[in-house]
């Protein structure tokens, strides 16, 4: 028999969303399918590949291990938020474009999101924290030279603004 | 006419494709969405091998959201084993037996994920849910799972073939024997190698689509070959080419899972649209990636090398046993591939080598970057070490000695490579490789001063250097439309796929040097069949080199109708003019200009007359097909520390010197080169499959099954060697797979090395390693 439905009332990217859900619905899905926020990808479902990280108040999580109600009443922050509205992109995106910080781009969403909170949390942050702030996230395409490369310039042009 | 000049080819060029992909604007498979899209969830054997005896699914029937069970007996004429995607080559006396897969298990189920039924649900929770409802009656049977004795001759059968063989090759040439009996030192080894999944974060993927009223059938798909997907649907479809679309979108990795193998669900999800009349979507999760997907593995070689004192090669012999997986659609591309790549750099004069491609009860074997290479090249360095070593040879002194020289290209190897070509060599520079990497890496002096150092100070280093070439850019051939429209802008298409390699921008700095725009002024069209419907794909290192060649040829002859139609529009010689930001310009007159978009309105009248034989608009369409591939080379060099206790292997510096002749974008080719390493690295150390005696995979998850991560793939030095390609006119050889290559052989040697192999260590004769595997070694044997 399939559950009672609840309804979520969540913040995503600023916007305010009330839905009616499955209790067993995954965030990553509501995201992507309910929501149509489709940057958000999905690797594994596992927890393990940290493609679809999104940022739950401000703190970076992985969407596939959550299920929906658990976002009720938390603010979410996810890949479409980060650039400008006018289209400018967001001084990561910046130099994952400058540094050649992507390939295929499918890990990259979640990558960003990762990042964001890392550089917030760590704003004169070093190679070695970078690179173990990263290991949370496979990425098959880079072998991860150019994701450090492109992390280390968002920080210096981050971090030396601030 | 002027020539074009070279702005973007060979600049570092920014991609075209980022700011979608940063911003999640990007469309994958799994984005796509319709009204009526309806979900599949497939129900696979718990089984390695069994007999079906029953399915009954009439548990479903009742499940709110449920629309259509299918099993194979649902299928009708389609239930049929799928069309062989790669024949064998046409090599004297070789074995075939082709045994490939139909859309549903029906009788017999032969590894754990193959798909014996599908459900339609509105959502896929549903559907899986669903699953669970359906009741298989499975009559479990003796099971080939580990690779040699299921080519013992009383072993269980995969299909009706004794010892399993699915093929049986044997490429000579030279003397073997001969060589042997001259040599002054015979070194035999039996070397395991096992390369594992290729786990693109992406998983496979499709949807589907049929349009009742316009019979017309819409297919996305995570697909490195949309255009073979295209044709094998419409043949087994029964459909006109005309009435399907294949688009792969933006797809997440590849690197040969998704390449075309008659997958079931890439058959079985059209088909349901179909009989459905509606949309259809299954998105492959991780837990069935690792079953349900094509995968590379072991190979057994008995090999052996012979010498003389000087440490030559006079001759190799190779006994090999490749597993094939349960089905073989893609022939026999990746134990080919290990058999030519045994070759290496080297002159080899006499050359025996023989294998038996086995079925096991296991998923289908095709290829993973490097497609069998690795295993290969893993044997030739190993037994070159080993040499070295009973010679008292150096190690990088007994490479000097064998490299192919630079005068001896066109370097032809006597046997037949998977393009059905002769194994060739078209171009390279080997010896001037080899050496800028020891040079980078710094072999002498480590050797000589700080190895011994770091050793009296109680560190395990050791350094590793090995040597491989790598054939690309295989035909047959690919093909390019490009257009310019009145907008100005270009618009170029071709029908192979991209993953990641950057096609969007490297195709458009081809186009843009020739056309005289900007690289952002190219809109690239990979893999949309009905934009550009021929060709055969992005895979073994090809599609740069053949579709990149493509688009030049097409390029050029747009290129020659600008000129043309601006020279009669000037009333001058096309000799007279240039193309530049845009606008075609004559030389004596600056001020006088015309729009390439102006020209494309031009060269499409809406009244009056043309001349006979006018092609409307400034479009032209070409095809390339190369003769034979072209060979890349290069060679890598590590420094590694192993923690003795924890037997952790830490890589200290890492250097690669390529030579993929010439490079469009070196930012690109860079990136390629970091990805295959860490791929290379992965199959080293971390990434083995684990089956049990029941071919049960027994690590099927990401936690289990290790991907490398940013604190295990060290830095990369590189350097580019430029040997330009003679197959081509562009002079480009093909680079995705070479960084994956080596990593193996220069990654034992160096631990060998670290380790005290001089010192009466162990040989390491096998791929992957693993902290416990390495403990076992040190600790007593190979085996």
């Known amino acids: 028999m399939l559950e009672e439905l609840v309804t979520v009332s969540t913040v995503v990217n600023g916007k305010h969303y009330r839905r009616v859900v499955e209790p067993r619905l995954l965030l990553s899905d509501f995201i992507r399918h309910d929501l149509g926020l489709t940057g958000t990808h999905v690797g594994c479902e596992h927890g393990v590949c940290g493609a679809c990280t999104i940022l739950v108040d401000e703190k970076p999580v992985r969407a596939c291990l959550m299920f929906t109600p658990q976002a009720d009443g938390h603010a979410i922050e996810t890949v479409e938020g980060l650039a400008e509205e006018n289209g400018e992109l967001h001084p990561l995106q910046e130099a994952f474009r400058d540094k050649h910080g992507l390939q295929c781009g499918f890990c990259t969403p979640g990558i960003l999101m990762t990042m964001k909170a890392f550089i917030a949390q760590h704003p004169k942050a070093t190679e070695g924290e970078i690179r173990e702030a990263l290991s949370g996230n496979l990425c098959r395409c880079t072998g991860y030279q150019n994701i450090v490369e492109a992390v280390r310039l968002a920080v210096s042009r981050i971090g030396g603004s601030s | ?783």
């Open chain 2, 1 to 783: 006419m002027t020539a074009a000049t070279n702005r973007y080819f060979g600049s570092p060029v920014l991609r075209n494709e980022d700011a979608p992909l940063l911003t999640g604007a990007a469309m994958f498979v799994d984005d796509i969405d319709f009204s009526d899209m309806l979900h599949v969830a497939f129900l696979r054997s718990p089984h390695a091998h069994a007999r079906i005896e029953k399915i009954d699914t009439t548990a479903t029937h009742d499940r709110d959201g449920v629309v259509a069970v299918f099993t194979a007996d649902d299928l009708g004429a389609f239930w049929a084993p799928s069309p062989l995607v790669v024949p064998p080559p046409p090599i004297e006396d070789l074995v075939f037996n082709q045994r490939t897969q139909t859309p549903l298990a029906r009788d017999v189920v032969r590894y754990v994920g193959e798909p014996v039924a599908l459900v339609v649900a509105e959502n896929r929770y549903l559907a899986e849910d669903a699953l669970d409802r359906i009741v298989v009656d499975y009559d479990p049977l003796p099971v080939a799972a580990e690779l040699e004795p299921s080519a013992q001759v009383d072993a269980p059968m995969v299909h009706d073939v004794r010892g399993n063989v699915a093929a049986e090759v044997r490429q000579v040439k030279g003397d073997y024997n001969l060589a042997k009996n001259n040599a002054d030192v015979v070194i035999a080894r039996r070397f395991l190698y096992e390369h594992g999944l290729a786990q693109p974060i992406e998983t496979r993927g499709i949807v589907a689509r049929w349009d009742t009223k316009a019979e017309h059938l819409s297919v996305w798909a995570a697909t490195q070959t949309p255009t073979s997907l295209h044709g094998g649907l419409a043949q087994l479809m029964g459909l006109g080419s005309h009435q399907i679309r294949v688009v792969a979108p933006f797809v997440g990795g590849g690197f040969g899972s998704k390449l075309l193998m008659y997958y079931p669900e890439e058959l079985m999800v059209p088909w349901a649209a179909r009989q459905l009349g509606s949309s259809l979507k299954w998105i492959e999760d991780r837990s069935e990636h690792f079953v349900a997907t094509s995968q590379e593995r072991g190979q057994i070689h008995d090999a052996e090398i012979a010498v003389s004192q000087d440490g030559k090669i006079l001759g190799l012999k190779d006994v090999f046993l490749h597993d094939n997986g349960a089905y073989n659609p893609y022939g026999l591309t990746v134990p080919i591939n290990s058999q030519c790549a045994v070759l290496g750099p080297y002159v080899v004069p006499a050359y025996d080598s023989s294998f038996k491609a086995i079925f096991t009860n296991k998923p289908i074997v095709a290829p993973f970057r490097g497609a069998g290479r690795q295993h290969g090249v893993f044997v030739i360095e190993r037994l070159l070490d080993i040499a070295a070593r009973q010679l008292g040879i150096d190690r990088v002194e007994i490479r000097r000695r064998n490299l192919i020289p630079s005068d001896a290209f066109p370097y032809k190897n006597g046997i037949m490579f998977q393009d059905f070509t002769e194994l060739q060599y078209d171009s390279g520079n080997y010896l001037p490789i080899l050496e800028r990497t020891l040079e980078i890496i710094g072999y002498e002096s480590f050797v000589r001063d700080e190895q011994p150092i770091l050793r009296a100070e109680g560190k395990c280093v050791g350094i590793g250097v090995v040597c491989y070439v790598e054939g690309t850019g295989i035909g047959p051939y690919e093909g390019a439309k490009v257009q310019v429209d009145p907008s100005g802008r270009v618009h170029v298409a071709t029908g192979i796929g991209t993953q990641g390699q950057s096609h969007f921008t490297s195709f458009a700095q081809i186009a843009a040097d020739l056309l005289g725009v900007a690289v952002d002024e190219v809109d690239v069209t990979t893999g949309d069949t009905d934009q550009f419907g021929w060709g055969a794909g992005t895979f073994a290192s090809r599609g740069a080199v053949v579709a990149g060649n493509a688009v030049h040829e097409a390029c050029s002859a747009v290129r020659e109708k600008i000129l043309n139609l601006a020279a009669e529009h000037f009333e001058c010689s096309s000799q007279q003019l240039s193309i530049e930001n845009g606008e075609v310009q004559t030389l004596d007159k600056p001020d006088q200009s015309i729009t390439i978009g102006e020209l494309a309105v031009l060269a499409n009248p809406m009244r009056g007359a043309v001349k006979p034989g006018t092609e409307p608009g400034l479009q032209a369409t070409r095809y390339f097909g190369p003769e034979a591939g072209t060979t890349a080379s290069g060679a890598h060099a590590m420094i590694v520390e192993v923690d003795r206790e924890t037997m952790m292997v830490k890589i200290l510096k890492y250097v690669v010197v390529h030579d993929c002749g010439t490079p469009i974008n070196p930012m690109v080719v860079e990136g390629q080169i970091h990805g295959g390493v860490a791929q290379g690295i992965g199959n080293a150390f971390y990434e083995k499959v684990m089956y049990d005696d029941a071919g049960q995979i027994m690590n099927a998850t990401l936690a289990d099954y290790l991907i490398p991560t940013s604190m295990d793939v060290p830095v990369i030095e590189l350097d580019h060697i430029e040997t330009p390609s003679t197959m081509n006119p562009l002079g480009i050889k093909g680079v995705g797979e070479a960084g994956a290559i080596p990593v193996a052989p220069a990654f034992a040697q160096a631990v060998e090395d670290a380790l005290g192999i001089a010192e009466g260590g162990s040989e390491i004769l096998e791929i992957p390693l693993s902290p416990n595997r390495l403990w076992e070694l040190a600790e007593g044997g190979t085996q």
